[in-house]
Each structure stands twice: as C-alpha cells, then as structure tokens.
C-alpha cells in the first residue's frame, strides 16, 4: 500500500475518533504537537526500527508524551486524556514502523477538517510580503468572490513585479503587475 494510502486512511480514522469526540479543532492542534515530537530524526528512525522491541517504543513514548503533556500549563482532564489518546495513536504508528508519516497523516487530517468545515484552501502569490491585516482582507475579500470561505497560504515572488496572484482549487485570479504588463504589450505590439 502506498505512503499517502496509507497516510490517509490513519487520518480517516483519527477524524472520525475526533468528529465522534466533538473535538475536530482540538486534535487538529494535538496532532500538530506530535508533528513537533518526531521532528528529530533519530527519535523517528527509533520508533520506526523494527528490530526495537515494542515494549521498548511504547515505554519510550509514555516517557516522551508526559513531558509533552505536562510541560503545557492549565490543562483540564478531558484535555490531559485527548493529549493521552493522540500519544496512543503515535503508539500504534510505533508498533507499525511508520511514524514517518505522521506530518502526512497530519496533513490529511487537515484536509478532512477543511472538507468537514466548507473550508477551500488556495494560494496567494505577492511580490512582497503581506501583514496580517491585508492577509485577513485578502481571504475575505476572495472568500466572497468564490462564495466559500478560503485559507490560503501565501508565497513570495518578485517576478510578478506588483499586486497578487490567488489561485483556488482551478481557479486563477491574477491581478499582478507583470500580467498587466505583458496584456499592455500584446495589444501594442499586436
């Protein structure tokens, strides 16, 4: 089975875990915390060894999982066992050698909640970078065009010389400098 195969039917799962537990959001940030944990290479390629023991790898991870846990001020009980439930599916990733793809699983997951929430996600391309006030205008802005709400991520290209470039899903809306130009030349020129 391939990696993103794989990646999104451990996300399915987990979704349904948080749709079912009215806690879509919350995992979205827990599992963004567990992406944090397997950053380091050598803690990933642990967990992943097949020729570690299981016992091993799980006891690495209730080690690793209360440190993360309660280094967090002011977490309530329900919060404490969702943060144990997410250290469970780290778990189950150990014992299947695949906690690699734990940011893919992640990354799924958060296309189900766009999908679950009518949120499109698109991208914006500037020539320099936006603040945050002129971001949150763009996606309103753009969300009323395309009558969904829209997330965007947003890129850095010099080459557009001025304004932006939004694109959404097949959608493209250039209002950049550079096209304006080269549309100016092709109707001199001919």
Not at 57 to 83: P, Y
Request: a negative charge; one cysteine or more; glycine letters at 8%.
């Amino acid at each position: 089975m391939g990696r993103s195969v794989l990646s999104k039917r451990y996300a399915q799962a987990v979704f349904k875990i948080a749709h079912d537990g009215n806690a879509v959001s919350i995992w979205r940030e827990k599992l963004g915390v567990m992406v944090e944990m397997v950053e380091n290479g050598d803690f990933v390629n642990f967990l992943d060894a097949p020729q570690i023991p299981t016992m091993a790898k799980i006891s690495v991870i209730k080690t690793v999982c209360r440190e993360f846990m309660f280094g967090e001020k002011n977490q309530d009980n329900a919060e404490v066992g969702l943060f144990k439930m997410v250290c469970n599916i780290l778990g189950v990733l150990s014992v299947n050698n695949i906690v690699h793809l734990l940011p893919e699983i992640l990354e799924w997951y958060g296309k189900f909640v766009d999908e679950y929430e009518g949120v499109v996600r698109g991208e914006i391309i500037s020539a320099v970078v936006l603040t945050e006030e002129q971001s949150l205008n763009l996606d309103r802005m753009i969300s009323r065009i395309v009558g969904v709400p829209v997330k965007f991520r947003t890129t850095i290209d010099p080459e557009i010389i001025g304004g932006i470039v939004a694109t959404i899903g097949d959608r493209r809306i250039d209002g950049s400098v550079s096209t304006t130009f080269k549309e100016m030349r092709r109707v001199v020129v001919g």
